[in-house]
């Protein structure tokens, strides 16, 4: 174990083959199960102060200064993800590997480490950033350390008139293995580009950065190197997953946002929440990205003053709890939690017309959810969704129990058709005036007055 704590001073040697060594001999013990994995895992007080003014005992002492040895080359993994690409991914691999232990994890949050995270992830150039994605995900895993990264922001330059993609550059994704955006001057080193209208750096939330970039990621030709960005980013499905975990951090998801990188204060007839990119992907051909994306609707879905976003259809709006004045648009999660659970079967016209307009005329090619998980998953949300009434009337009148009675027909697990059949008592159930009184008062429902531009409130 002392030779291999003896490699962690050539983590921060100027010379890269040095560096490059002494990592390739150490990511192999970063693994879970890697036995020697102690020599990186501090204990659980480690950076603390409590240990006060007085005489510490020899046993602790020593105890401290292993730790101030293992914080130490936590830091210098953490420098080393902005070395070249052949180090940067080691450097990556083993703080991955590293970040599920929450002291670990800890060390990590230092906010210059964290922008530069956040920034070279959504960074268009960066070919590590599904490996940045992973690890955001670790981090954010830990339920103590969410808060840290919601309240985090990001510098963004706008290049209003630069041909290249994107028309801004984040400044601080500075990085051996990405390159810099070909129209961006660096202020320290000139005037800014006034061809293409640099406009100062501003800040925007780190997490509408992540979800450009998760957007991005699901184009065209990523997937082959030929896209618009480096890196798909799945992974960044499990952070926004973990974001809505938290009641104080899911209203980051709810909040509506500019389009990217307009600055949050400046509202616009386009303003959605970050959910609505996000739950587009509930069939993605990657499992990780379906599922948190389903994992953000779930989570959302728990809480009752989330239910307005989640049920608004596309003719619908939400009314701000900040400002009941205001009217934005909502998510409508129902089609993108169907869908995963619908097949090729064929429906009866006044069924067929009863389902949201994009779930209607399935070609026979369409296939359900394979995994068991995510057809659960669907299924529980569809039940969160039942527990008031405005609910249980919106799946009653867009076809939900066609949808889960052709899913029950079919299905083998018998939990999921446990949940199906819950489902449907709530939905077939007679409702009395104590349940009817259970609305969603932020919803503002579509009228046949919407023609005129007109908006009511209807109880349903």
């Known amino acids: 174990m002392t030779s291999l704590t003896e490699l962690f001073q050539f983590l921060e040697s100027p010379n890269p083959t040095a560096r490059h060594l002494a990592l390739t001999n150490l990511v192999g013990h970063t693994p879970k199960n890697a036995p020697q994995r102690s020599i990186f895992i501090p204990s659980a007080l480690a950076g603390s102060s409590s240990l006060g003014g007085g005489l510490v005992p020899e046993k602790r002492k020593a105890g401290n200064d292993e730790d101030e040895v293992k914080i130490k080359a936590i830091k210098d993994l953490a420098m080393l993800c902005q070395d070249q690409a052949m180090i940067a991914h080691d450097a990556l691999s083993s703080l991955i590997n590293l970040s599920d232990n929450l002291a670990v994890a800890k060390n990590l949050m230092d906010r210059e480490f964290l922008v530069w995270l956040v920034s070279y992830t959504a960074n268009t150039t960066s070919p590590l950033s599904p490996l940045t994605s992973m690890l955001l995900s670790n981090l954010t895993s830990h339920p103590s350390l969410v808060p840290i990264f ?128 996000i739950v587009v992907f509930t069939e993605h051909p990657d499992t990780i990205r379906r599922g948190g994306a389903l994992g953000c609707i779930k989570n959302c879905a728990m809480d009752r003053g989330s239910m307005g976003w989640l049920l608004a259809s596309e003719h619908d709006r939400v009314r701000l709890p900040s400002d009941p004045s205001r009217t934005v648009r909502g998510v409508d999660v129902l089609p993108w939690v169907l869908s995963p659970i619908m097949g090729p079967e064929e429906y009866d016209m006044d069924e067929m017309d009863k389902l949201p307009a994009t779930l209607q005329f399935l070609p026979p090619t369409k296939q359900r959810e394979k995994d068991t998980v995510l057809r659960m998953m669907c299924v529980e949300i569809l039940l969160l969704l039942a527990t008031t009434f405005t609910g249980r009337e919106t799946l009653r009148q867009r076809g939900a129990y066609y949808v889960v009675r052709e899913l029950h027909k079919v299905e083998t697990d018998q939990a999921i058709k446990d949940s199906i059949e819950r489902l449907v008592g709530l939905l077939q159930r007679d409702e009395g005036g104590e349940t009817q009184g259970d609305h969603v008062d932020e919803l503002v429902k579509a009228s046949a007055a919407d023609a005129a531009g007109e908006m009511d409130v209807v109880e349903v």
């Open 150 to 277: 919601a309240a985090l922001t990001v510098p963004v330059v706008p290049l209003p008139g630069s041909s290249h993609y994107p028309p801004y550059f984040l400044p601080a994704a500075a990085s051996a293995s990405s390159t810099t955006h070909p129209d961006f001057r660096d202020p320290a080193y000139g005037p800014p580009n006034a061809e293409v209208g640099q406009e100062e750096a501003r800040e925007v939330q780190a997490v509408r950065a992540l979800v450009q970039a998760f957007e991005e990621g699901a184009g065209d030709g990523v997937k082959d190197g030929k896209g618009k960005r480096k890196g798909e980013c799945h992974f960044l499905a499990s952070v926004f997953a973990n974001i809505s975990m938290i009641p104080a951090t899911r209203s980051l998801l709810l909040t509506p946002q500019p389009p990217f990188p307009a600055p949050s204060s400046s509202h616009t007839d386009h303003d959605e929440p970050l959910l609505a990119k």
